[in-house]
Each structure stands twice: as structure tokens, then as C-alpha cells.
């Protein structure tokens, strides 16, 4: 049972990354998922979410810019990132989650880590 993020790499600023949150061993359909980064010496913060009825919320710094999306029949949620800012270099991760806020969680998933050079 795991959830595996991918999709990382480095990119220059104004350029775009979509991740991806595979899970294995148990089915993604029903949760709310979340994606989550950590930037060195900040605190983890919540990005996007998307509810099991496909409702999305999105923190005020990547709001017109990152769109989460899920596909149930590939058991897979995306993370769309575009027009990608210095600011936005972290280690980025997505979680299972049993509410719509993503505060409890199931399950982490492995991080992927997004370089974003000025």
C-alpha cells in the first residue's frame, strides 16, 4: 500500500511541470488528496486539494496558476503547475486523505523534489 509522486525536475522560471500521485495497493476513489511542499527551513504547506466529487481548492499562491485533477481509472492524481515562480522550489508531496481540508491523513505518498532556477 503506497502512494508514489513523480513528475519533478528542474525547469526554468515561467516554465511548467505536471506531477503525478500514482497509488498501489489500495484505490485513490472516495479520498480527498492533497498536494503538499516543503521548501528548506519552511513549514509544509498545503497547495491543492481535490475532494472524491472532484472539488478543488488551492492556496492563494498558485491560485490561476496549478490545476489538480484526478483520473479514478488510472488511480492517479495530477498536479498541473504552470508558469513556475523561484518561490515555488520544494520538495513536493501528496497525501490520501480522509477530508476535504486534508488534515487527516491515510497515507503519505514519497516526495518529488521541483527546481525552479531564476
Known amino acids: 500500500v503506497q502512494l508514489q509522486a513523480s513528475g519533478g525536475g528542474l525547469v526554468q522560471a515561467g516554465g511548467s511541470l505536471r506531477l503525478s500521485c500514482a497509488a498501489s495497493?489500495?484505490?485513490?476513489?472516495?479520498?480527498?488528496i492533497g498536494w503538499f511542499r516543503q521548501a528548506p527551513k519552511r513549514e509544509r504547506q498545503l497547495v491543492a486539494t481535490?475532494?472524491?466529487?472532484?472539488?478543488?481548492d488551492y492556496a492563494d499562491s498558485v491560485k490561476g496558476r496549478f490545476t489538480i485533477s484526478r483520473d479514478n481509472a488510472k488511480n492517479t492524481v495530477y498536479l498541473q503547475m504552470n508558469s513556475l515562480k523561484p518561490e515555488d522550489m520544494a520538495v513536493y508531496t501528496c497525501?490520501?486523505?480522509?477530508?476535504?481540508?486534508?488534515?487527516?491523513?491515510?497515507?503519505w505518498g514519497q516526495g518529488t523534489q521541483v527546481t525552479v532556477s531564476s
Open positions: 495497493g489500495f484505490t485513490l476513489d472516495g479520498y480527498s
Open positions: 481535490i475532494t472524491g466529487g472532484g472539488l478543488t
Open positions: 497525501a490520501a486523505t480522509y477530508d476535504s481540508q486534508c488534515r487527516v491523513v491515510r497515507r
